[in-house]
């Protein structure tokens, strides 16, 4: 069983188009997160989330919004894609806690063309 | 900022040790893991640490010193398929429950035979 599911893996887009990225995990996990991983292999948090509280990082467009419609779900939604954008989404799980670690996805390539 | 600064690329041979260094800006510390990334794959937790000291699992160790702002990973009897990036990340106080988390670019390591 996955614990940490994104799909799609792959998306391929056009500029200026709208889109979606779906994450869902299993392991009864009480904050979800979205990172963005660039051409240079840096991993940048974008959002944390639970169900009460989200913490957005204060470098991410608002064109990226997330949208959690339970706890086991955190979707992430990009409006007017741009070139920029193209890079490995990964989405991430973990408990509640300091010294918990993170349980991420398989990812999603983006490429906007 | 918390810039946080490992060597871009290392190599070593398979049987032998390596160590991965990492360093950090100390303001707000609140913890430091390691994570093993394959070629496109998601990262996957090695080690957790918040005291200083020396925390050893199996062939992994990782050791950090609060003070120095310092931290490196300890690969033992090297296989081939621990050729890899190895990314250091360090939590720091803010956000939802502390959760502030700053990925280093990671270290490629390749292991030749």
């Known amino acids: 069983d996955t614990a940490v599911s994104q799909t799609p893996k792959y998306l391929v887009t056009q500029m200026g188009n709208d889109k979606s990225i779906k994450c869902e995990q299993n392991?009864?996990?009480?904050?979800m997160y979205w990172y963005k991983q660039d051409s240079k292999k840096f991993l940048k948090i974008m959002f944390s989330?639970?169900?009460?509280?989200?913490?957005i990082n204060e470098t991410v467009p608002n064109r990226f919004s997330p949208k959690s419609p339970d706890k086991a779900h955190l979707n992430l939604h990009i409006n007017s894609l741009e070139l920029g954008d193209s890079a490995v989404y990964f989405c991430?799980?973990?408990?509640?806690?300091?010294?918990?670690?993170?349980?991420f996805g398989p990812g999603t390539r983006l490429t906007v063309t | 900022g918390q810039n946080i600064d490992q060597p871009t690329e290392m190599t070593a041979t398979e049987g032998a040790i390596v160590q991965i260094n990492c360093t950090y800006q100390t303001s707000g510390f609140n913890g430091l893991f390691w994570y093993q990334q394959h070629a496109g794959e998601a990262p996957t937790f090695l080690s957790y640490?918040?005291?200083?000291g020396l925390e050893e699992k199996g062939r992994f160790s990782s050791f950090l010193s609060r003070s120095k702002g310092y931290s490196y990973l300890l690969l033992k009897e090297l296989q081939m398929k621990d050729s890899a990036s190895y990314l250091c990340?360090?939590?720091?106080?803010?956000?939802?429950?502390?959760?502030?988390?700053?990925f280093g670019a990671g270290t490629r390591l390749t292991v030749k035979p």
């Open positions: 989330y639970n169900n009460k509280e989200l913490i």
């Open positions: 640490n918040v005291l200083d």
């Open positions: 990340a360090v939590r720091y106080d803010g956000g939802y429950n502390n959760n502030d988390m700053r």
């Open positions: 392991l009864g996990h009480d904050t």
């Open positions: 991430a799980s973990s408990q509640v806690g300091l010294s918990y670690e993170q349980y």
